[in-house]
Structures are given as C-alpha cells and as structure tokens.
Nanobody, 120 residues
Framework: QAQLVESGGGLVQPGGSLRLSCAAS????????WGWYRQAPGKQRELVAS???????TYADSAKGRFSISGDNAKNTVYLQMNNLKPGDTAVYYC??????????????WGQGTQVTVSS
C-alpha cells in the first residue's frame, strides 16, 4: 500500500503565495499521474493541475499563469506552487496519485486534504 501526505496549506492574504507538497510513501513502483484537486464548501471537487510521468501538465483555466505543478521523482513528491492567490482559491486541496506499488496493481490514492484560505 501507499500513503499520500500533504502539507503546506494555511491562511494567506490575497496576492500571496503558498507551496503545497504531497509525498507518497510505501514501496512505490511507478507514479503515472499526479494531480491536485480542490473542493470548496457546497461545490464539487475540481481538478486544479496535473502532471504525467512524462512531464505533461494541465491546468484549470482559473489556475493558468498563477499555479505551477512539479514533481520530484527521487522523492516521490509533487508540489503545487500557488502565486497571486485570490479569495476564490479558498478550498481544501487534495493531492491525487495514479500509481502502483511493488505489491499492488495500479490504482488511485488520495491525500488527506489541506486547507487553503485566502482572505484579507
């Protein structure tokens, strides 16, 4: 089995920056896709950014130009650099990994979520 542990959330003023981290632990064989999702109260969970093992990235329109996703394969860690944060970015952010371990087939894993609050 694998576990995803997130960190980096917090309270920030509009225009500020945060860097979220998500580390996968366990006997990781391969991570095919990393993703960052967010969910605000009363809203559906939405994809913010993703990155494949080959380095292909995608971003929600609301994140383009402000957010950047990157991965460190050696550390089995994905990051989400968030700049110029806006109140609309307030949500619980979840990391997601499509991965397989040495012992188990490829499947989805989710982090526990980290709260990002953008407010003055």
């Amino acid at each position: 089995q694998a576990q995803l542990v997130e960190s980096g959330g917090g309270l920030v003023q509009p225009g500020g920056s945060l860097r979220l981290s998500c580390a996968a632990s366990g006997s990781i064989y391969n991570i095919y896709v990393w993703g960052w999702y967010r969910q605000a109260p009363g809203k559906q969970r939405e994809l913010v950014a993703s990155i494949t093992g080959t380095g292909t990235t995608t971003y929600a329109d609301s994140a383009k130009g402000r957010f950047s996703i990157s991965g460190d394969n050696a550390k089995n860690t994905v990051y989400l650099q968030m700049n110029n944060l806006k109140p609309g970015d307030t949500a619980v952010y979840y990391c997601h990994a499509d991965l397989r371990t040495i012992a188990e087939a490829r499947k989805d894993y989710w982090g526990q979520g980290t709260q990002v609050t953008v407010s003055s």
